[in-house]
């Protein structure tokens, strides 16, 4: 190769180095069923390793339209997501909707500015009250940056009991739940393909976070397990494969660690047990059979033992 031309590869691979640079690489999704579409994020915490990818995220595509469902935990992560749904279809987003309040399912949103948010009834409060924790926990996390362009959040379309959003030819079913893993929580149902999302509702692998009432959790497991659906799409944990395909079956192992918690706090309490010891008792016979075990347990018990200790 004589040297102009090599001079001019080089040239090249810088232009596409920039180029590539400026854009969020797309993040990897799977079609799980015709149109549906979801990315896996990382079962860990948020960490610079991970970027602050760690919940499940996805969209749905209409006639008309397409339907994101959670924008994740960074403004950078939303853009990765936005890149993925324009390589996918040339449909306009036309609603965000954000299954709940925690920071690595909403935080995206800032890549969707303009879009209509659906969301909890209870959501905007929720978030409001605690953005300013979340985006210093962020930048803890990740750095300032990565907190960079987020705004508070505003729902344009709050569900109360339950909401149809059109796609054109495909109609998503929207429902928010009493509290359970938060006080606003929300699931999206597409009945054209059976697809539940199911947001941090469920969670697989991933040991469940109580943010809101372990024994309420327990009732909504039970309305949940009443949608007619063939596939659920679980917050954190596998979002393809034979664990989402079985359905309601994929509730069972939060049912069980959940009532594990609730029975192990009250056992605690009625003995006239602390806290402490609480912590250390409750639930152990769960800890070999999911991740993050010990970073999610304590906090569970500890929010557990002081909503049950007064009932
Ligand atoms: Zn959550």
Request: charged share 20%; net charge negative.
């Amino acid at each position: 190769m004589g040297r102009t031309r090599v001079l001019a590869a080089v040239l090249c691979a810088a232009v596409l180095a920039t180029t590539a640079a400026a854009r969020a690489a797309p993040l990897a999704v799977t079609e799980i069923a015709p149109g549906v579409f979801v990315h896996q994020g990382a079962i860990a915490e948020p960490a610079p390793d991970n970027g602050g990818d760690t919940a499940n995220l996805g969209f749905i595509v209409g006639g008309s339209g397409v339907a994101v469902i959670d924008t994740g935990g960074t403004p950078e992560v939303g853009r990765r997501l936005r890149e993925a749904i324009a390589a996918r279809t040339d449909k306009p987003v036309t609603v965000v909707i954000d299954t709940h309040m925690h920071p690595d399912h909403i935080f995206g949103n800032a890549a969707f500015a303009g879009v209509p948010v659906a969301g909890h009834a209870n959501l905007q409060d929720a978030v409001a009250a605690r953005q300013e924790v979340y985006q210093r926990r962020l930048a803890d996390e990740l750095g300032a940056d990565a907190a960079a362009g987020i705004t508070p959040l505003r729902v344009d379309q709050p569900v109360a009991d339950a909401l149809r959003i059109e796609l054109g030819g495909r109609t998503l079913v929207l429902t928010a739940y009493p509290t359970a893993h938060t006080n606003n929580d929300l699931t999206v149902f597409d009945p054209q393909t059976g697809t539940l999302f199911a947001g941090d509702l469920l969670f697989l692998d991933h040991l469940p976070a109580v943010d809101g009432s372990a024994v309420g959790w327990l009732g909504v497991i039970d309305t949940l397990a009443r949608v007619p659906a063939v596939r659920v799409v679980p917050g954190h944990g596998p979002a393809v494969g034979p664990a989402v395909a079985d359905w309601p079956g994929a509730l069972e192992p939060e049912r069980r660690y959940l009532t594990a918690l609730v029975e192990g706090v009250r056992r605690v309490l009625k003995a006239g047990g602390s806290i402490q010891e609480a912590v250390t008792q409750v639930a152990q016979d769960e800890r070999a059979r999911w991740l993050l075990f010990d970073a999610y347990n304590p906090r569970n018990v500890t929010a557990t033992f002081a909503a049950l200790e007064w009932e």
